[in-house]
């Protein structure tokens, strides 16, 4: 457990691409002065260099891309008679090197922030927190926060509590979790408000405990500054619906809102239409969004996508469809994700045509198709049997500035596969390989196996050979049965030159 005002930094061997600190002295250093112009009677004055003022400094900073150099002009601006650094500066500095992990620079300004006098404000270290948890370097998220005491100079608020106690729950560090809530109690005589007894009720939903959450929200009850609010609530009652107990989510969203007064708002509507739309109770889920616009909540988009889902879920294309066309009748705005949505729907139910014309509708409305959008349009072309279209896609949407992922190939070499096209399947795999992009395991070890049985062994050599040089080993069946054949056809030499390529 870390005690409170100890520190440990970063050691050299944080990151090899770490930035070395420059000190002020070294910085006034590589600024050398111009040699002085030959004495003339006619010559002026020169005139000062303008004063950098601390907002000026900060876009400096900010407009600043790489990491190094701004560091410089972190340090430039010290040498000005006058100025000091302030919150605003370390701010943007640190800001800006934990965003390009630079460690040891992070360290070196944090160092030089302990025996600076001016106000350090907590949200600086709130920051830091946020990007360790992000690289999962926990250690170092408890270590931002017991700074903001031992450098900050105060007492860290209720807010850098509940903010490390849910970065280490949401990384799923239980035990450091424990041990920072013992001794903030411990040491900060800590009060959980509502916000900090929320993080435990979503901690114990989210592992499916419902009981130890109810246990938790007991208590909260038992307080007056931590009782239950609405985010408690809709935790609950989404991690009810995850477990099937949808009688409990309505009886607890009756409870919230006749025994507790607490008004629904669209986000909790949205956990209860999502919760029965997603587990094959769609028409319940229809049934909460009528009750929620009866009593004044008008849905969102969010709601309407929920629902959608719900009804593609159940095959019911057109239902989904009317839902959609309702919300932009009332001047709503589809996103990706709801077209993604209806296009799924589209395709699921082998209207293929009618998906990519919402696709075209996207493009109409500059609205720009993400990864999932074209991963569900070429799953739907190649369910339809539609490998050429498909293919095409693949090959054609990268030139167009889509940037497709190893899923998008998948999909397509999975279902030339499955279907035995084994010339559509390896052009597929050739593309793939050429663009650095590996197909699973088990899918190569199927390809090969089909090309030999179909006596396409030359093709199933080209394709072990592309395969092997991102790294592909086959199966000890799949590997027998190439040499078996290669041995049979008496091509010995490719045999060997098979064994050189996969036995490094």
């Not at 005690?3 to 440990?8: F, I, L, N, Q, Y």
């Not at 469809?321 to 082998?350: H, N, Q, R, W």
Request: a positive charge; hydrophobic letters at 40%; aromatic letters at 8%.
């Amino acid at each position: 457990m870390i005690s409170v005002g100890k520190c440990r930094w970063f050691s050299s061997s944080t990151s090899s691409s770490s930035l070395p600190w420059i000190s002020p002295l070294q910085s006034l250093a590589n600024f050398k002065k111009p040699d002085p112009s030959p004495e003339t009677s006619n010559v002026e004055p020169r005139r000062k260099s303008k004063f950098i003022t601390h907002e000026a400094a900060v876009n400096m900073i900010k407009r600043e891309r790489d990491p190094q150099r701004a560091l410089e002009i972190f340090n430039m601006v010290a040498q000005q008679k006058g100025f000091n650094h302030n919150n605003a500066t370390y701010a943007v500095i640190l800001q800006k090197l934990a965003q390009s992990k630079k460690f040891q620079a992070v360290d070196a300004i944090l160092r030089q922030m302990t025996y600076d006098t001016c106000k350090i404000h907590e949200g600086i270290f709130l920051n830091l927190m946020k990007h360790f948890s992000q690289l999962s370097l926990h250690e170092k998220v408890l270590e931002m926060f017991y700074a903001i005491q031992s450098i900050g100079r105060e007492r860290p608020s209720l807010k850098a509590i509940s903010t490390c106690l849910n970065l280490l729950i949401e990384s799923n560090q239980i035990d450091l979790a424990q041990d920072f809530l013992l001794n903030s109690n411990r040491s900060l005589s800590l009060n959980p408000n509502t916000c900090i007894f929320n993080i435990f009720v979503k901690y114990h939903c989210k592992k499916g405990d419902i009981e130890s959450a109810f246990e938790v929200v007991k208590e909260m009850k038992k307080s007056k500054i931590s009782y239950p609010n609405l985010i408690t609530y809709s935790t609950v009652m989404d991690g009810l619906c995850k477990n099937g107990r949808f009688e409990e989510a309505i009886q607890l969203f009756e409870e919230m809102v006749g025994k507790n007064q607490i008004l629904p708002d669209s986000q909790t509507y949205n956990v209860l239409i999502n919760g029965f739309g997603c587990r094959g109770k769609v028409d319940r889920a229809r049934k909460i969004m009528d009750f929620m616009k009866n009593n004044g909540c008008t849905p969102n988009v969010f709601n309407y996508s929920a629902l959608m889902n719900g009804f593609s879920k159940e095959g019911r294309w057109q239902e989904a469809k009317d839902v959609f066309d309702e919300m932009k009748s009332i001047g709503l705005k589809p996103d990706t994700i709801t077209y993604t949505t209806l296009i799924d729907c589209f395709c699921k139910a082998g209207k293929v045509d009618e998906a990519i014309e919402q696709l075209r509708e996207m493009k109409e409305r500059e609205l720009q198709a993400d990864i999932v959008t074209f991963n569900v349009l070429l799953k739907g072309l190649c369910s339809g049997g539609r490998y050429q279209e498909a293919i095409q896609m693949v090959k054609k949407l990268p030139d167009d500035g889509v940037y497709l992922n190893k899923a998008s190939y998948r999909v397509v070499l999975n279902s030339l596969c499955h279907r035995n096209d084994l010339n559509k399947a390896t052009e597929v795999l050739d593309l793939m390989v050429s663009r650095g992009f590996v197909p699973h395991h088990s899918t190569s070890n199927e390809l090969l196996m089909r090309l030999c049985k179909a006596g396409m062994v030359d093709d199933a050599l080209a394709a072990l050979v592309g395969l092997a040089e991102v790294g592909f080993k086959p199966a000890p069946d799949c590997w027998a049965v190439l040499i078996e054949l290669n041995c049979r056809e008496r091509k010995l030499l490719s045999v060997f030159q098979l064994i050189d390529e996969l036995v490094i």
